[in-house]
Every structure is written in structure tokens, then in C-alpha cells.
């Protein structure tokens, strides 16, 4: 590949490269297992650069690459436990692009729904979402039972849920 065609494909890359991620952890249930099924994608995307027509859009082209990757990462983790069946697998990858095109919508609505939220709960959320502690251990420093803990993010992510659902139809 030339320095032209290298130069696009970093620049595609790395504008998609968070949409690829979210793509993947439909289909993955760890983050860990996401990240590294994309870095597997992005060797095979750059390895396939030179079949990629540039008059048509890049993610769905590199989405087709991590699927691939995903179906060759859960064959090589047969032995481990799976939480999706291979036809759920196949429903979600074919379900993601349609679903994908109101994402920055949705995305941009939960940023203001969540600005909107009282200090402590948006706390919370960040506790449990941003640092990705479970609920177990996020109870023992905020000392309140898990079950408490449960109970307010669920009461949290329904108010979240509503505030979103509101501002998507008023802009529409």
C-alpha cells in the first residue's frame, strides 16, 4: 500500500473506530474480548485495504471484517461458556447498522439526560458505568446493600430511559 492509501486508512479507521468497538460488543459480552477481536479486525481491514472501494462507506465494509473476527474468536472459545447462541450472534450483526443511525442522537440526549440528573445519582452512574465497578463492590464503599444499589440504578436508568425517549421525540 502507498503512502496515500495508508494515510486513508488511518484517517477511516480511526473516525470508525469507536462505532467498530460498539459493533463488536453487541456480539461479545466482554469489553476485553471487544477490544481485542477489533485490533484483530483492524490488522485484517489493513491487510485488505486494497480491495476496499472508497466510493462506498468504510464501517459497514470494516463491520463485515469484525464479524469474521468474532465468529474465528468464539470458535477458538468453544471450550468456555458463551452467553449468546451463534444465531443470536448472527441476528445482532445483521440488526446493528439499522440500529446504528440514531446512536449519535441517542448518545447526545443521554449526555444532556444525565447533566440533568441530581449530583448524587449522576455520581452513581459514573461509579458504576465509567469505572466499571460491580454492583458488590460499589456497594461497600457507598455503604448501602446491594440490593439497595440495584434498586436505585434501576430506578436511575428508567428515569435515564424516559429523559432520553422525551428529548428524541421533541426534536423530531
Known amino acids: 500500500m502507498d503512502d496515500d492509501g495508508s494515510r486513508r486508512f488511518v484517517m477511516l479507521f480511526a473516525r470508525h473506530e469507536r462505532d467498530l468497538y ?17 485490533q484483530e479486525a483492524a490488522a485484517a481491514l489493513w491487510q485488505n485495504f486494497g480491495g476496499f472501494d472508497p466510493g462506498r462507506p468504510f464501517l459497514p465494509w470494516a463491520c463485515r471484517f469484525a464479524y469474521h473476527q468474532v465468529l474465528n474468536f468464539r470458535r ?20 446493528w447498522p439499522a440500529d446504528s443511525e440514531g446512536a449519535d442522537a ?6 444532556g439526560c444525565l447533566g440533568k440528573l441530581p449530583p448524587g445519582d449522576r455520581d452513581l452512574v459514573r461509579l458504576r458505568y465509567a469505572a466499571e465497578d460491580d454492583v458488590t463492590a460499589l456497594a461497600g464503599r457507598t455503604g448501602q446493600t446491594a440490593n439497595a ?20 421525540a421533541e426534536e423530531r
Open 76 to 95: 477458538r472459545q468453544r471450550t468456555h461458556r458463551r452467553l449468546f447462541s451463534d444465531a443470536v450472534v448472527e441476528a445482532l450483526a445483521v440488526e
Open 22 to 38: 460498539r459493533y463488536v460488543l453487541t456480539l461479545l459480552p466482554s469489553p476485553a474480548d471487544a477490544e481485542d477481536v477489533v
Open 149 to 168: 444499589l440495584y434498586k436505585s440504578l434501576q430506578r436511575i436508568r428508567k428515569s435515564l430511559m424516559d429523559c432520553v425517549t422525551r428529548t428524541l
Open 106 to 111: 441517542r448518545r447526545e440526549a443521554l449526555d
